[in-house]
């Protein structure tokens, strides 16, 4: 058997990292601002890896949207030990339906048993991406996926859903966005970096992504207002419940 | 024609809760746009029974689509019923709850037609006679208000945010053709596998008690399992990534950055620190209690309320004096 992956990834401010809103209001100020891959892109990248290993053929192919910045995300990706990558390049950030449209686009022509992304980017937190692009090709797909199987045409997927979880069977092609769970992120060893190097990362410019909606306008959230050390130790609650009731009035 | 369509989510027959925000929430809209909430209920036969309560939500008429096709929810099947209807009724806005099988379908739907879609939004608004939506990004360090460039509008609805509020409408149901055939759909849900105990989800719980590497060892969350059951069946318990890392907790418990983003009535944080990625997923809670012996924790920084001291002898206070309030 062989498992081929496709793997959306994107390049995404740190979680750690102080987001200002730019001189426009729509779009935030870069500079200085230390940029990752996007977490839950690690674990669809794990999954990828994985699942070519299990299967003992196949290859891993990461493909990014973006500036040209985003050649350092792809080499992550290659580091860990995907094959080859692909860089769309944009001239501005797209919003998901864009995004989706230019991916659609690239991958139409491809061959492949998996289109893999995260559950969400942590930058637009939109969890679009991936479902978005299934419509566009027209194959099925599993969103907030934990873990799947691959195995006789079909991959084996199990989603969390409120209160449990949904194990849902998809013929391949298919699409599939990881959250948390079976896939921790392998590091990218020296040799891996070393070999991330000289695998090949082709660029070509971002076709045909028209947007569907339009930034009109960034702010911050209200602060929250300062709040209260109502008092210490288990003698304080009472005090707690009163304020929770007569002040908050939730209970 | 126009309209705005309101997705009512259910499952085992019966209409949820976050059902009763979204209609809501789309009947504040149709009032501002001068137009009428269609709500949709699908799902298999005998769907239609719990279809009739949203009329007590805003709903003008309540169209269904009963199939065998809808054992289970179909992404694939759901997103071909959903965008003939808005096709059909030229609606000017989708609504969908942020759940798990919202924000599945939402985005399926608005790529079918080719239209923008907006997530986990905790306002809408009518400027210019366009619905703009207000939503979350960079885990709630940011607002975006964002337009659409075509109709309908796609949005999904973060829970808890749009609180139901009664209002006799109609709510007139319809019959809903359906005619997609389960054969056709790439995929299929084979089995739903509920939590040991059937419980309320942190996402969608008006009230959240989370607990952090604090608490010491798994056993000792049943300190927390108590507040929640003193707060009679409304209350979720939820953990930080430090507890379900370590195996003390599912993953679809816990809150921040990688887990699930809930936005509760009210938030306590039990032997949480406050890290800048579980404040990802609680900020936007309406009110927030932190438990803390650290007097400098940050969680305190976004507190509304906090007590300083040993959760050991805090919690069982804590759940008394709550048993006794409500009682
Ligand atoms: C990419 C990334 C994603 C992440 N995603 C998430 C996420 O989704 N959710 C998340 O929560 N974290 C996430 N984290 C981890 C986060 O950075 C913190 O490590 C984590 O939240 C810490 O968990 P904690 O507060 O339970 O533990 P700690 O930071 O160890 O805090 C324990 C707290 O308990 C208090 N305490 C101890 N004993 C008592 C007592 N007897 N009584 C009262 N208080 C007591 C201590 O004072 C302390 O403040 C992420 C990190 C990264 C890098
Ligand atoms: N610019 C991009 N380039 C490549 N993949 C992307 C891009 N934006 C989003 N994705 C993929 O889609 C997923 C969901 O993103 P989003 O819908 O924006 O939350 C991400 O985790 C990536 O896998």
Redesign the interface.
Known sequence: MRVKSIVCVKRV?D??AR?R?AADGQS?ETAGVKFVLN??DEFAVEAALKHKEAAGAGDVTVLSVGGGESAETLRTALAMGADAAVLLKSAGPL???AV?RVIAEEVKGREYDLLLFGMKA???????????????LG??????V?EFSVEGGKA?AT?????????????LP?AITL???AYEPRYASLKGIMAAKKKPLEEKPAAGGE???????????AE??A????????D???E??R???NE?K?? | MAGIMAFAESRDGEVRKVAHEVVTAARKLADALGTEVHAVVLGPAGSAAAAGELGGFGADKVFVGESDAFAH?S??GF?TVLAAFLKEHGCDAALFPA???G??????V???L???????ATALDVGGGQV?AT????????????????KPAVVSLRPNVFTPVESAKAGEVQKLDVSVNAAD???????????AE????V??APIVISGGRGLQNPDNFKLLEELAAAFGGRAAVGASRAVVDAGWRP??D?VG???KTVAP??YFAVGISGA??HL?GM??S?????INKD?EAPI???????????LF??L???TE??RK??A
């Open positions: 401010p979680t750690e987001v809103i935030i977490p839950y919003e998901g339906l989706a942590i930058d637009d937190d939109l969890q679009a991406v991936g479902p978005m692009v299934a419509e566009l194959i099925p797909a599993a969103t907030a934990t084996t989603r969390e859903i409120e209160g449990g979880s949904e194990v849902v069977e998809l013929k298919c959250t948390k769970g947007s569907g909606v339009k930034v009109e306008k960034l702010s911050y959230p929250r207002s709040g209260r050390i109502v008092g210490e130790g288990p304080a609650v009472p707690l419940l304020l929770l009731r908050a939730v209970l | 929810y992404a694939e997103t759940s798990a099988q924000k599945d379908l939402a985005p399926r608005a790529a079918r080719g239209v923008g879609y907006a997530s986990e703009v939503r979350p990004e960079y885990a709630g360090k940011l607002f975006a208000k964002v337009s659409f460039a075509g759909f790439g995929a299929v849900v084979r089995e739903i596998r509920a939590a059937a419980k309320l989800d996402g969608e993953h679809g816990q950055q990688t887990g009535t009210l800048i990625q990802a900020r936007t309406r009110f927030i209690v932190a007097p305190f920084k976004v507190a509304d309320y906090g007590i300083v001291g040993d002898q805090i069982p206070r804590l004096e709550v309030m409500l």
